[in-house]
């Protein structure tokens, strides 16, 4: 039985509330005046680590970014 219940836009457009949050937040960073617009932007990077285990022991993490090296 179907329900009738509301879908969120983004839902019916076959994406994910992240993927529908991320666009929203680069327009709002996009929009905003200097200085503000760079602070915002550099804020935006990402970096994390991964660390691979091996025999129930982490091996050295290595530091992973989500912008591209230049």
């Not at 983004?10 to 994406?15: C, I, K, N, Y």
């Not at 960073?29 to 200085?35: H, I, Q, T, V, W």
Request: glycine share 2%; with cysteine.
């Amino acid at each position: 039985m179907a329900s009738n219940a509301a879908v969120p836009f983004w839902r019916a457009a076959g994406m994910t509330y992240i993927s529908y949050s991320n666009i929203c937040a680069n327009l709002v960073r996009n929009c905003l005046k200097e200085p503000y617009k760079t602070e915002a932007l550099t804020r935006e990077k990402v970096h994390f680590s991964i660390s691979k285990w091996t025999d129930g022991k982490p091996q050295k993490p290595t530091i992973r970014s989500d912008t591209p090296e230049e």
